[in-house]
Protein backbone atom coordinates (compact mmCIF):
# COMPACT_ATOMS: atom_id res chain seq x y z
CA UNK A 1 0.00 0.00 0.00
CA UNK A 2 1.26 3.36 -0.77
CA UNK A 3 0.93 6.20 1.39
CA UNK A 4 2.66 8.95 -1.06
CA UNK A 5 3.43 12.55 0.87
CA UNK A 6 4.53 15.45 -0.04
CA UNK A 7 8.28 15.88 -1.28
CA UNK A 8 9.45 17.71 2.13
CA UNK A 9 7.61 14.82 4.41
CA UNK A 10 9.15 12.10 2.15
CA UNK A 11 12.15 13.40 2.15
CA UNK A 12 12.23 13.84 6.04
CA UNK A 13 11.27 10.06 6.40
CA UNK A 14 13.72 8.82 3.80
CA UNK A 15 16.17 10.92 6.00
CA UNK A 16 14.47 8.61 8.98
CA UNK A 17 15.13 5.64 7.21
CA UNK A 18 18.94 6.68 6.06
CA UNK A 19 19.57 7.47 9.63
CA UNK A 20 18.46 3.84 10.68
CA UNK A 21 20.53 1.96 8.11
CA UNK A 22 23.58 4.06 8.99
CA UNK A 23 23.60 2.99 12.56
CA UNK A 24 22.78 0.00 11.56
CA UNK A 25 25.36 -0.87 9.37
CA UNK A 26 27.68 0.82 11.75
CA UNK A 27 26.90 -1.47 14.38
CA UNK A 28 27.98 -4.12 11.89
CA UNK A 29 31.05 -2.89 11.04
CA UNK A 30 32.29 -1.96 14.06
CA UNK A 31 33.97 -4.90 15.33
CA UNK A 32 35.95 -5.13 13.14
CA UNK A 33 37.39 -2.01 14.05
CA UNK A 34 37.75 -3.47 17.95
CA UNK A 35 38.66 -6.96 17.11
CA UNK A 36 41.71 -6.96 18.91
CA UNK A 37 39.97 -5.02 21.91
CA UNK A 38 37.33 -7.29 22.42
CA UNK A 39 39.55 -10.81 22.09
CA UNK A 40 42.00 -8.86 24.93
CA UNK A 41 39.01 -8.12 27.47
CA UNK A 42 37.33 -11.37 26.79
CA UNK A 43 40.75 -13.45 26.93
CA UNK A 44 39.60 -15.33 23.26
CA UNK A 45 41.96 -15.43 20.27
CA UNK A 46 41.74 -12.71 17.22
CA UNK A 47 39.82 -16.04 15.59
CA UNK A 48 37.58 -16.43 18.17
CA UNK A 49 36.89 -12.62 17.71
CA UNK A 50 36.35 -13.00 14.09
CA UNK A 51 33.15 -15.26 14.25
CA UNK A 52 31.60 -12.11 16.04
CA UNK A 53 31.47 -11.02 11.91
CA UNK A 54 30.67 -14.21 10.79
CA UNK A 55 27.73 -14.64 13.20
CA UNK A 56 25.88 -11.31 12.16
CA UNK A 57 26.50 -12.02 8.74
CA UNK A 58 24.38 -15.59 9.43
CA UNK A 59 21.77 -13.78 10.93
CA UNK A 60 21.14 -11.41 8.42
CA UNK A 61 21.13 -14.02 5.78
CA UNK A 62 19.17 -16.21 7.25
CA UNK A 63 17.31 -14.40 9.88
CA UNK A 64 16.24 -11.14 8.23
CA UNK A 65 13.79 -13.23 5.85
CA UNK A 66 12.68 -15.68 8.47
CA UNK A 67 11.74 -12.86 10.52
CA UNK A 68 10.44 -10.86 7.59
CA UNK A 69 8.40 -14.05 6.83
CA UNK A 70 7.37 -13.84 10.43
CA UNK A 71 6.06 -10.38 10.20
CA UNK A 72 4.63 -10.65 6.97
CA UNK A 73 0.93 -9.22 7.60
CA UNK A 74 2.27 -6.31 10.70
CA UNK A 75 2.13 -2.96 9.79
CA UNK A 76 5.54 -1.93 8.68
CA UNK A 77 6.19 1.03 11.20
CA UNK A 78 5.53 -1.29 13.55
CA UNK A 79 7.99 -4.12 12.30
CA UNK A 80 10.77 -0.84 11.96
CA UNK A 81 9.93 0.06 15.67
CA UNK A 82 10.14 -3.64 16.95
CA UNK A 83 13.29 -4.44 14.62
CA UNK A 84 14.87 -1.45 16.08
CA UNK A 85 13.66 -2.05 19.58
CA UNK A 86 15.01 -5.73 19.63
CA UNK A 87 18.36 -4.25 17.61
CA UNK A 88 18.67 -1.88 21.02
CA UNK A 89 18.53 -4.45 23.47
CA UNK A 90 20.85 -7.42 21.26
CA UNK A 91 23.30 -4.36 21.66
CA UNK A 92 23.14 -3.67 25.31
CA UNK A 93 23.83 -7.25 26.19
CA UNK A 94 26.97 -7.56 24.08
CA UNK A 95 27.56 -4.18 26.19
CA UNK A 96 26.86 -5.69 29.48
CA UNK A 97 28.17 -9.33 29.28
CA UNK A 98 31.35 -11.26 29.68
CA UNK A 99 30.78 -14.33 28.03
CA UNK A 100 32.09 -14.70 24.47
CA UNK A 101 28.82 -17.45 23.98
CA UNK A 102 26.51 -14.61 24.91
CA UNK A 103 28.21 -12.19 22.73
CA UNK A 104 28.40 -14.48 20.02
CA UNK A 105 24.68 -14.89 20.19
CA UNK A 106 23.77 -11.56 20.69
CA UNK A 107 25.73 -10.58 17.65
CA UNK A 108 23.24 -13.32 15.66
CA UNK A 109 20.27 -11.94 16.62
CA UNK A 110 21.17 -8.23 16.11
CA UNK A 111 21.80 -9.38 12.39
CA UNK A 112 18.80 -10.88 12.51
CA UNK A 113 16.89 -7.57 13.66
CA UNK A 114 18.84 -5.93 11.12
CA UNK A 115 17.42 -7.93 8.17
CA UNK A 116 13.67 -7.29 9.65
CA UNK A 117 14.66 -3.64 9.40
CA UNK A 118 16.42 -3.65 6.27
CA UNK A 119 13.10 -4.94 4.50
CA UNK A 120 10.63 -2.62 6.56
CA UNK A 121 12.82 0.19 5.38
CA UNK A 122 12.58 -0.61 1.99
CA UNK A 123 8.78 -1.14 2.07
CA UNK A 124 8.69 2.14 3.98
CA UNK A 125 10.69 4.37 1.79
CA UNK A 126 9.22 3.42 -1.59
CA UNK A 127 5.67 3.91 -0.13
CA UNK A 128 5.64 7.83 0.41
CA UNK A 129 6.97 8.53 -3.09
CA UNK A 130 5.65 8.24 -7.05
CA UNK A 131 6.51 4.66 -8.62
CA UNK A 132 7.93 6.47 -10.92
CA UNK A 133 10.85 7.41 -7.93
CA UNK A 134 11.08 3.98 -6.77
CA UNK A 135 15.02 3.79 -7.22
CA UNK A 136 15.93 6.63 -5.96
CA UNK A 137 13.81 5.69 -2.41
CA UNK A 138 15.70 2.82 -2.28
CA UNK A 139 19.07 4.46 -3.16
CA UNK A 140 18.81 6.67 -0.41
CA UNK A 141 17.29 3.81 2.20
CA UNK A 142 20.78 1.38 0.68
CA UNK A 143 23.14 4.73 0.79
CA UNK A 144 22.62 4.61 4.64
CA UNK A 145 24.91 0.97 4.56
CA UNK A 146 27.06 2.85 2.18
CA UNK A 147 28.24 5.52 4.43
CA UNK A 148 28.18 3.52 7.51
CA UNK A 149 31.10 1.60 5.25
CA UNK A 150 32.91 4.82 4.31
CA UNK A 151 33.05 6.25 7.67
CA UNK A 152 30.84 3.91 10.50
CA UNK A 153 34.41 1.44 10.60
CA UNK A 154 36.83 4.85 10.94
CA UNK A 155 34.64 6.70 13.61
CA UNK A 156 33.93 2.99 15.03
CA UNK A 157 37.53 2.31 15.44
CA UNK A 158 38.26 5.88 16.90
CA UNK A 159 35.22 5.46 19.70
CA UNK A 160 36.83 1.83 20.41
CA UNK A 161 40.54 3.88 21.25
CA UNK A 162 39.35 6.03 23.28
CA UNK A 163 36.41 4.71 24.92
CA UNK A 164 36.98 1.09 25.05
CA UNK A 165 34.98 -1.34 22.58
CA UNK A 166 32.37 -1.47 25.15
CA UNK A 167 31.82 2.31 25.04
CA UNK A 168 31.61 2.06 21.48
CA UNK A 169 28.83 -0.44 21.66
CA UNK A 170 27.10 1.41 24.16
CA UNK A 171 27.40 5.03 21.82
CA UNK A 172 25.53 2.13 19.34
CA UNK A 173 22.81 1.67 21.85
CA UNK A 174 22.30 5.34 22.23
CA UNK A 175 22.16 6.23 18.91
CA UNK A 176 19.65 3.23 17.93
CA UNK A 177 17.25 4.67 20.25
CA UNK A 178 17.14 7.89 19.07
CA UNK A 179 16.53 6.52 15.46
CA UNK A 180 13.86 4.69 17.22
CA UNK A 181 12.09 7.89 18.63
CA UNK A 182 12.23 9.18 14.83
CA UNK A 183 11.06 6.52 13.23
CA UNK A 184 8.11 6.19 15.46
CA UNK A 185 7.62 9.62 15.24
CA UNK A 186 7.84 9.89 11.34
CA UNK A 187 7.69 6.38 9.40
CA UNK A 188 4.14 6.39 8.00
CA UNK A 189 1.79 3.70 8.73
CA UNK A 190 2.31 1.23 5.84
CA UNK A 191 -0.31 -1.76 6.17
CA UNK A 192 0.35 -5.40 4.77
CA UNK A 193 -0.91 -6.01 1.60
CA UNK A 194 -1.11 -9.60 -0.47
CA UNK A 195 -1.18 -12.76 0.63
CA UNK A 196 0.14 -14.27 3.42
CA UNK A 197 3.95 -16.02 4.15
CA UNK A 198 3.27 -18.64 2.13
CA UNK A 199 1.85 -17.37 -1.28
CA UNK A 200 4.69 -14.25 -0.66
CA UNK A 201 7.36 -16.77 -1.07
CA UNK A 202 6.13 -18.80 -3.70
CA UNK A 203 6.57 -15.17 -5.66
CA UNK A 204 9.78 -14.51 -3.66
CA UNK A 205 11.42 -17.34 -4.35
CA UNK A 206 9.97 -17.68 -7.77
CA UNK A 207 12.83 -18.72 -10.44
CA UNK A 208 12.54 -15.30 -12.16
CA UNK A 209 13.56 -13.76 -8.63
CA UNK A 210 16.41 -16.64 -7.70
CA UNK A 211 18.12 -15.86 -11.16
CA UNK A 212 18.67 -11.85 -9.64
CA UNK A 213 20.16 -13.44 -6.10
CA UNK A 214 22.18 -15.37 -8.04
CA UNK A 215 23.81 -12.51 -10.03
CA UNK A 216 23.80 -10.36 -6.18
CA UNK A 217 26.52 -13.28 -4.86
CA UNK A 218 28.39 -12.84 -7.57
CA UNK A 219 28.20 -9.18 -7.94
CA UNK A 220 29.61 -8.78 -4.18
CA UNK A 221 31.63 -12.25 -4.42
CA UNK A 222 33.42 -10.40 -7.44
CA UNK A 223 33.67 -7.47 -4.82
CA UNK A 224 34.76 -8.87 -1.59
CA UNK A 225 37.21 -11.51 -3.24
CA UNK A 226 39.55 -8.86 -3.86
CA UNK A 227 38.15 -5.85 -1.12
CA UNK A 228 39.01 -8.41 1.83
CA UNK A 229 42.34 -8.47 0.57
CA UNK A 230 42.82 -4.75 -0.52
CA UNK A 231 45.41 -3.60 2.14
CA UNK A 232 48.08 -6.52 1.35
CA UNK A 233 47.71 -5.55 -2.21
CA UNK A 234 48.51 -1.29 -1.51
CA UNK A 235 51.06 -2.57 0.62
CA UNK A 236 52.96 -5.48 -1.53
CA UNK A 237 51.77 -4.63 -5.06
CA UNK A 238 51.14 -0.59 -5.30
CA UNK A 239 53.83 -0.10 -2.32
CA UNK A 240 52.07 2.04 0.04
CA UNK A 241 51.32 1.78 3.35
CA UNK A 242 50.48 3.82 6.57
CA UNK A 243 48.17 6.71 6.42
CA UNK A 244 47.88 6.66 2.83
CA UNK A 245 46.30 2.86 2.95
CA UNK A 246 44.02 4.83 5.01
CA UNK A 247 43.31 7.69 2.49
CA UNK A 248 42.91 5.36 -0.04
CA UNK A 249 40.21 3.23 1.41
CA UNK A 250 38.50 6.51 2.58
CA UNK A 251 38.25 7.45 -1.41
CA UNK A 252 37.00 4.40 -2.10
CA UNK A 253 34.02 5.04 0.68
CA UNK A 254 33.48 8.02 -0.56
CA UNK A 255 33.06 7.06 -3.56
CA UNK A 256 30.45 3.87 -2.61
CA UNK A 257 28.27 6.19 -0.96
CA UNK A 258 28.10 8.58 -3.84
CA UNK A 259 27.49 5.31 -6.25
CA UNK A 260 24.61 4.39 -4.08
CA UNK A 261 22.90 7.53 -3.79
CA UNK A 262 23.22 8.11 -7.28
CA UNK A 263 22.66 5.01 -8.70
CA UNK A 264 18.57 5.41 -7.74
CA UNK A 265 18.14 7.52 -11.19
CA UNK A 266 19.56 4.71 -12.99
CA UNK A 267 17.52 1.75 -11.62
CA UNK A 268 14.53 4.32 -12.12
CA UNK A 269 15.53 4.35 -15.90
CA UNK A 270 16.61 0.90 -16.34
CA UNK A 271 17.55 -1.27 -13.73
CA UNK A 272 17.98 -4.08 -15.92
CA UNK A 273 20.39 -2.49 -18.83
CA UNK A 274 22.62 -0.68 -15.79
CA UNK A 275 23.47 -3.89 -13.66
CA UNK A 276 24.74 -4.76 -17.44
CA UNK A 277 26.63 -1.76 -18.31
CA UNK A 278 27.82 -1.94 -14.28
CA UNK A 279 28.90 -5.64 -14.43
CA UNK A 280 30.86 -4.92 -17.47
CA UNK A 281 32.60 -1.77 -15.59
CA UNK A 282 33.31 -3.47 -12.43
CA UNK A 283 35.15 -6.78 -14.13
CA UNK A 284 36.82 -3.52 -16.39
CA UNK A 285 37.95 -1.82 -13.17
CA UNK A 286 39.09 -4.83 -11.63
CA UNK A 287 41.64 -5.72 -14.96
CA UNK A 288 42.50 -2.40 -14.26
CA UNK A 289 44.15 -2.82 -10.83
CA UNK A 290 46.07 -5.87 -12.04
CA UNK A 291 47.30 -3.96 -15.15
CA UNK A 292 48.39 -1.11 -13.32
CA UNK A 293 48.97 -2.17 -9.54
CA UNK A 294 52.20 -0.83 -9.27
CA UNK A 295 51.15 2.74 -10.09
CA UNK A 296 49.31 4.61 -7.18
CA UNK A 297 47.90 7.50 -8.86
CA UNK A 298 45.99 5.19 -11.12
CA UNK A 299 45.27 2.68 -8.99
CA UNK A 300 43.86 5.48 -6.85
CA UNK A 301 41.29 6.79 -9.81
CA UNK A 302 40.46 2.94 -10.19
CA UNK A 303 39.35 2.66 -6.56
CA UNK A 304 37.13 5.90 -7.27
CA UNK A 305 35.49 4.25 -10.03
CA UNK A 306 35.08 0.88 -8.71
CA UNK A 307 33.28 2.43 -5.59
CA UNK A 308 31.12 4.20 -7.80
CA UNK A 309 29.96 1.23 -9.91
CA UNK A 310 30.11 -1.44 -7.60
CA UNK A 311 27.40 0.13 -5.14
CA UNK A 312 25.80 2.27 -8.09
CA UNK A 313 24.18 -0.75 -9.11
CA UNK A 314 22.90 -2.15 -5.26
CA UNK A 315 19.77 0.26 -5.91
CA UNK A 316 19.07 -1.84 -9.38
CA UNK A 317 19.52 -5.16 -7.92
CA UNK A 318 17.15 -4.39 -5.35
CA UNK A 319 14.95 -2.68 -7.59
CA UNK A 320 14.86 -5.77 -9.94
CA UNK A 321 14.29 -8.34 -7.56
CA UNK A 322 11.37 -6.31 -6.30
CA UNK A 323 9.65 -5.83 -9.78
CA UNK A 324 10.29 -9.58 -10.10
CA UNK A 325 8.82 -10.77 -7.13
CA UNK A 326 5.75 -8.70 -8.13
CA UNK A 327 2.70 -9.86 -5.00
CA UNK A 328 6.02 -11.28 -3.33
CA UNK A 329 7.66 -7.96 -2.93
CA UNK A 330 7.58 -7.31 0.64
CA UNK A 331 9.07 -10.38 1.84
CA UNK A 332 11.67 -9.88 -1.43
CA UNK A 333 12.66 -6.77 0.25
CA UNK A 334 14.95 -8.89 2.66
CA UNK A 335 16.33 -11.19 -0.04
CA UNK A 336 19.03 -8.90 -1.77
CA UNK A 337 21.17 -8.46 1.43
CA UNK A 338 20.66 -11.56 2.37
CA UNK A 339 22.43 -12.33 -1.23
CA UNK A 340 24.99 -10.09 -0.48
CA UNK A 341 26.36 -11.46 2.66
CA UNK A 342 26.69 -14.87 0.78
CA UNK A 343 28.32 -13.22 -1.71
CA UNK A 344 30.61 -11.61 0.90
CA UNK A 345 31.30 -14.81 2.70
CA UNK A 346 32.24 -16.75 -0.81
CA UNK A 347 34.20 -13.66 -2.10
CA UNK A 348 36.27 -13.52 0.81
CA UNK A 349 36.84 -17.01 1.07
CA UNK A 350 38.11 -17.49 -2.42
CA UNK A 351 39.90 -14.64 -2.34
CA UNK A 352 41.87 -16.30 1.04
CA UNK A 353 41.84 -19.80 -1.07
CA UNK A 354 43.61 -17.20 -3.95
CA UNK A 355 46.33 -16.24 -1.87
CA UNK A 356 47.21 -19.08 0.63
CA UNK A 357 50.64 -20.08 0.24
CA UNK A 358 52.27 -17.09 -0.21
CA UNK A 359 51.09 -15.92 -3.31
CA UNK A 360 50.77 -12.06 -4.43
CA UNK A 361 47.79 -10.56 -3.15
CA UNK A 362 46.97 -9.77 -6.99
CA UNK A 363 45.97 -13.27 -6.78
CA UNK A 364 42.63 -12.28 -4.65
CA UNK A 365 41.81 -9.48 -7.48
CA UNK A 366 42.48 -11.66 -10.37
CA UNK A 367 39.86 -14.21 -8.38
CA UNK A 368 37.25 -11.47 -7.83
CA UNK A 369 37.77 -10.52 -11.80
CA UNK A 370 36.77 -13.86 -12.60
CA UNK A 371 33.86 -13.89 -10.80
CA UNK A 372 32.85 -10.65 -12.18
CA UNK A 373 33.43 -11.80 -16.10
CA UNK A 374 31.04 -14.77 -15.08
CA UNK A 375 28.76 -11.97 -13.57
CA UNK A 376 28.33 -10.23 -17.19
CA UNK A 377 26.33 -12.81 -19.31
CA UNK A 378 24.32 -13.60 -15.89
CA UNK A 379 23.56 -9.89 -15.56
CA UNK A 380 22.42 -9.55 -19.36
CA UNK A 381 20.44 -12.96 -19.51
CA UNK A 382 18.70 -11.82 -16.15
CA UNK A 383 17.77 -8.98 -18.35
CA UNK A 384 15.77 -10.08 -20.26
CA UNK A 385 13.36 -11.50 -17.23
CA UNK A 386 10.19 -9.52 -17.25
CA UNK A 387 7.92 -8.68 -14.20
CA UNK A 388 4.98 -11.31 -13.55
CA UNK A 389 1.82 -9.96 -15.46
CA UNK A 390 -0.29 -7.58 -14.32
CA UNK A 391 -3.27 -10.01 -13.46
CA UNK A 392 -0.99 -11.74 -11.07
CA UNK A 393 -0.76 -8.57 -8.96
CA UNK A 394 -3.43 -7.73 -6.29
CA UNK A 395 -5.37 -4.26 -7.15
CA UNK A 396 -4.05 -0.76 -6.18
CA UNK A 397 -5.73 0.69 -3.28
CA UNK A 398 -6.87 4.50 -3.19
CA UNK A 399 -4.77 7.22 -2.76
CA UNK A 400 -4.51 7.42 1.09
CA UNK A 401 -6.19 9.67 3.24
CA UNK A 402 -4.25 11.77 5.73
CA UNK A 403 -5.25 12.24 9.42
CA UNK A 404 -7.42 15.35 8.78
CA UNK A 405 -9.21 14.09 5.63
CA UNK A 406 -7.69 15.35 3.10
CA UNK A 407 -5.86 13.32 0.41
CA UNK A 408 -2.56 13.86 -0.27
CA UNK A 409 -1.40 14.98 -3.34
CA UNK A 410 1.64 13.01 -5.24
CA UNK A 411 4.64 15.30 -5.10
Not at 247 to 257: E, I, N, P, S
Request: contains cysteine; charged residues 10%; proline residues 6%.
Amino acid sequence: MRSVMRPGRANLVLATLFAGMFVLGSAELLVVGVLNLIAADLRISIPMAGTLVTAYALGLAIGGPLLTALTIKVDRKVVLGGALLLFLLANLVSVMTTEYPVFLVARALAGAFQGLFIAGAFVAGVSVVPPERMGRAMSVVVSGVAVSAALGVPLGTLAGQSLGWRGSFAAIVVLTGLTLVATLALAPSVPATGGGAGDQARHAFAPRVLAVLALNVLVFAALYAALTYIVPFLERVTGISGALTSVFLLAYGVATAAGSFGGGRFADRDAARTLVLATALAALCLLALVLVGAYPIPVALVLLVWGLVAFGMVPSLQYRVVSLAGPGGALAQSLPASAANVGIAVGSAAGGLAIGGGATPSAAVITGLVIAVVAVPVAWATGRLTPPRTEELPPSPPDPIDAAGQELHHP
